[in-house]
Nanobody
Framework: VQLQAFGGGLVQAGGSLRLSCAAP????????MGWFRQAPGKEREFVST????????YYADSVKGRFTISRDNAKATVYLQMNSLKPEDTAVYYC?????????????????WGQGTLVTVSS
């Protein structure tokens, strides 16, 4: 299983970015998808997760109201729309896939990971 995240870049505070995670063949076998991030010198942390149908989403408190996760199963792609970005959102963002249909915010409960994409928010 190969996940590929892209869409990161440099943006000013208050700006927006949309991350994408291409996951060929995933939707049926891995119903739950998630986004995590790792800031310099910090541990990787949960950002958001979405279920198979896209009607159940969950966010970390730090991004709630600013980030939106969505998925297009026909394209086997998951998105993370990030608005009102803050310097503290600077991190490498990773997408992950989970075999179970149960929602999870825990890193070790995701089965596959993509390479990260760097998001840098300048003040």
């Amino acid at each position: 299983v190969q996940l590929q995240a892209f869409g990161g870049g440099l943006v000013q505070a208050g700006g927006s970015l949309r991350l994408s995670c291409a996951a060929p063949g995933l939707p049926y076998s891995y119903p739950v998808m998630g986004w995590f991030r790792q800031a310099p010198g910090k541990e990787r942390e949960f950002v958001s997760t979405i279920n198979w149908s896209g009607d159940s989403t969950y966010y970390a408190d730090s991004v709630k109201g600013r980030f939106t996760i969505s998925r297009d199963n026909a394209k086997a792609t998951v998105y993370l729309q990030m608005n009102s970005l803050k310097p503290e959102d600077t991190a490498v963002y990773y997408c992950a896939a989970r075999k179970s249909s149960l929602r999870s915010t825990k890193l070790n409960e995701y089965d596959y990971w993509g390479q990260g994409t760097l998001v840098t928010v300048s003040s």
